[in-house]
């Protein structure tokens, strides 16, 4: 099997926003050096939306235009996200559930409801890399079992990112907890972790709901770019966390977390392609 090839296989717009993306994310820490922390925001916004349109290109096109998603179901996925995301979010910080009381500072703009736009998007930044990597390590289990190791799985997957950007974006004052407790995760309340694997649980079921209604499964994936992307992310957070946030501890922790997701896909990954090469025929290549 020739790793290059299959990699190849990856549209190349898929590749042009991957490779976008990334060099913005190594620029972040230059631009906080020459702008300090009030570059910040700005940095991130264009990182977030670069992201998502690698994930959301990746989604589309797949392994070629004629293999992924389409353009138009990528749309509705983030028409489905995005507005649910918001709401469980603006539930969150007025309610304190379920992540616990905390609430944004003013330093991402604009804003609906005391929620900066940025942060119901970003949720889709993650979601179709967690579903890839829950598709890889579950396969194609039939049935309800099958549809609920999915959704448990990418929650798992989803909330593992969370390890590094709860204490980063709190570091960075973008967001804040009125009382992370005593025994807390690097300032963040444990609650909060609950929060996020309710939230992943329940977007992820309302879009298999939603798109199963269009004769979409969307635990059928254009799996190689997605998994590219959650691998990226976790490699660009370790090293940011420990070389350029000053954040070891999560960084470590993010590391063995999402790492073990990440190489548990790999692994799965590769033996299906070694298996069956060439595996990019089908949207949700390769089938483990």
């Known amino acids: 099997m020739n790793l290059l090839r299959l990699i190849s296989t990856i549209d190349p717009l898929t ?7 990334v060099l913005a994310m190594i620029a972040v820490p230059i631009q906080r050096w020459i702008g300090g922390d ?20 990746a989604l589309a096109r797949g392994t070629a235009p004629s293999r992924g998603w389409g353009i138009g179901r990528a749309l509705l996925l983030l028409a489905v996200v995005a507005p649910t995301a918001w ?19 003013d330093r991402l703009q604009p804003q609906a409801g005391g929620v900066p736009f940025l942060v ?11 579903w890839a990597v829950a598709q890889t390590l579950v396969g194609h289990m039939p049935g309800v079992r099958g549809r609920a190791a999915f959704i448990g799985t990418a929650m798992l997957a989803f909330t593992a990112w969370d390890l590094f950007l709860d204490p980063q974006m709190v570091a960075w004052n973008l967001w804040v907890w009125d009382d992370p407790g005593t025994f807390n995760y690097f300032g963040i309340p444990w609650i909060n972790y609950a929060g996020w694997l309710l939230a992943a ?34 490699v660009l957070q370790s090293i940011g966390h420990w070389f350029f946030w000053g954040l070891p501890g999560s960084g470590t922790v ?11 896909a790999a692994r799965r990954w590769w033996i299906a392609a ?13 089938t483990p």
């Open 15 to 21: 590749g042009v926003t991957v490779a976008v993306w």
């Open 38 to 57: 009030a570059a910040l925001p700005l940095a991130i916004s264009l990182g977030v939306i670069l992201q998502i349109a690698a994930s959301l290109t």
């Open 87 to 105: 709401l469980i979010e603006w539930v969150g910080h007025t309610t304190d559930f379920p992540f616990g009381a905390y609430a944004y500072t």
């Open 120 to 130: 119901p998007l970003a949720w889709l930044m993650m979601i179709p890399p967690a």
């Open 201 to 234: 649980g329940v977007i992820t079921t309302l879009a298999m709901g939603v798109f199963a209604l269009i004769g979409q499964d969307i635990r059928v994936l254009p799996l190689t770019p997605l998994l590219i992307i959650y691998a990226i992310t976790w």
């Open 254 to 264: 993010g590391f063995i977390v999402m790492g073990a997701f990440t190489l548990a």
């Open 274 to 286: 070694s298996a069956a090469p060439p595996f990019a025929h089908t949207a949700h290549e390769p």
